[in-house]
Each structure stands twice: as C-alpha cells, then as structure tokens.
C-alpha cells in the first residue's frame, strides 16, 4: 500500500485517507476544496469599502481606523485557511480546517490516490478480459 500524503496528522495512502478523528475509505470518498472563508473575507472588504466611501467623513480616526484594519486582517486570515468537506458512504462528513498549502496538498494526494486505483482497476480488468480471449 503506497502512501502518497503523510505530514503526522492526516495520511493518504492508496486505500484510505486518515484524519486524526476518522477514517474514511478512498474508493467512497468524496473531497472538495471549500473557499468560503476567502469569499467572506472579501465580502468583507468590499464592504468596509463602501461604508469608509459613505461614512469616512463622519468618523473618528479610531473608527475608520477599526474599519480599515478589521477587513484587511479578516481577509489575510481568510487567505491562509484551507478547508476540505469529506464526504463518504456510511461515514460522517467531516470539514477539515488546515492550512491553504496543506489542504492543497491533502486534495492533490487524494485525487492521485484515486487516480491510480482507476487506472489500476482498469488494467485488472483489461488482464482479465485478455486472458479469456
């Protein structure tokens, strides 16, 4: 059994993907990459945005200096967390908070972890169909 992603934590192997709460077998596994958090973020700023351009002149120095400084850490918080939503048949989905990079490599390991249990079942039934022939 190959090991495609092992950082202590999470494990991604050619048969199962190892959280630290559950496991969760590769061939039922469904994962997506979520951004809601960097839509939240940028949300954020636009509107911070739109009430410095509306209310700026009405402001304290304190105030437009929370305005300001409030999206822009939202944002950079934002920027720098991955979340990954595992979906599996007979399991509990499960959304994993990591890193952006983490979570980008946790992704890239299961899609080659699947990947290669297609390919392989593939050539399995290739060998079989040709043998009988």
């Not at 050619?14 to 939240?40: C, E, F, G, K, M």
């Not at 007979?90 to 959304?95: A, D, F, L, V």
């Not at 990591?98 to 299961?110: P, Y």
């Amino acid at each position: 059994m190959s090991r495609f992603y092992d950082d202590g934590r999470f494990v991604v192997t050619s048969r199962v993907l190892a959280t630290p709460s559950r496991i969760y077998p590769i061939a039922q596994a469904t994962v997506r990459r979520r951004n809601d958090l960097l839509l939240a973020g940028v949300l954020s700023l636009v509107i911070g945005a739109f009430a410095i351009r509306a209310y700026g002149d009405l402001l304290t120095r304190l105030e437009l200096g929370f305005l300001l400084s409030a999206p822009i850490v939202l944002f950079l918080v934002a920027a720098h967390v991955g979340i990954l939503a595992v979906d599996s048949v007979g399991h509990r989905r499960i959304i994993v908070f990591t890193t952006r990079g983490r979570a980008k490599k946790i992704f890239r390991a299961l899609r080659d972890a699947k990947v290669a249990e297609i390919s392989h079942l593939s050539i399995e039934s290739n060998g079989l169909e040709d043998s009988g022939n």
